[in-house]
């Protein structure tokens, strides 16, 4: 429905937008290095640790992926100097995996140094599906030279729990999403039942055997996350658990986690390419399509 309206004649597109960007708002820091490092402050205040993003997917100009490569490498000296225990959060296609994988590779090992130097984690997001092999031979190839780094595995592909097997094996630090693009039912599940049901085995086969130091489960979903609490009580080893939710969604949440003292990360993303970041947020929930419904009518 969104991306029918966004793509609709019967909108002005600039309203539209506008629109978007004042519902947006709620999730995004700002479009610049400082909102997004005044942004993690004002987490950190909360008792939640910041995982930045810098917006932007699917960049195929070169100078675009250069400035893109750049403002990663500042914001990790930044969060050095500015003493910010935070992580950054990079999406291959934006440092050039939709142009070749060398280019890409070249651009997330030069953010990779960086980030070990300045003792930052580094995130590689799992974006759509004609991404994943290649994000997975990334992160591989990045990890062997720092292991302070993660990589996403979407509880909505069915080839994530084979994915999963492997990375556990390889010692990787992962992030359990549900996933957030639209793929093909041939490769995806589509209920959410289904997803859900990933989701749990996929958290039962991490907690029972991770090797790793961290395992993230990143979800505004209570029910998996009172499941995560009991299958990381009752696994032998006990592991790093961060509990990762994105910027503006289920704060009160947030608030009750810190209470209970378990380790909760805020992904909280920035810059000027905010419109398909907040498109699938907006996708995620009737309440936000009528939110934006309301907007449209009242202007
Ligand atoms: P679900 O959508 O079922 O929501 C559970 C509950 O959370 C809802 O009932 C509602 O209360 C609340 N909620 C969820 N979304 C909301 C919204 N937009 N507005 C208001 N309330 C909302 N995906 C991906 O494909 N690759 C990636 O790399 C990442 N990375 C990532 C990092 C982090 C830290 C998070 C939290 C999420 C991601 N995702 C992601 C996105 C993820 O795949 C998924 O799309 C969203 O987290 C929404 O799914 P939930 O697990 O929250 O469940």
Redesign the pocket.
Known sequence: MIDDAVHSHSYNPALLERLLLRVSRR?IAGYSTADAINAARSSLNFGLCP?LNYLGEENTNEEQITTTVREYTTLLDLLSLNKIQGAV?V?PSQIGLSINYDTCLENILKISERSKKNGVFL?I???SYRYVENTLSLYLDTFGGNNQVGV?I?SYLKRSYSDLMHLVEKRANV?I?????TEEESIAFHS?QEI?RNFSLLMKFIFENAKSEII?I?????N?IEEAITLNGGSKSKHALQF???R???DELKKTLVLKKYSV?E?IPYGDAWLPYSI???R??K??IILLARSLIQS
């Open positions: 999730w995982i959060s999406k995130w997001d799992m974006e996403v979407q992030r999403v549900k996933g957030a693009y959410s859900d993230a990143a979800t505004h979903d209570s998996l990762q939710m994105l503006g969604i289920r990360w992904y699938r947020r907006i995620e929930r309440r936000n």
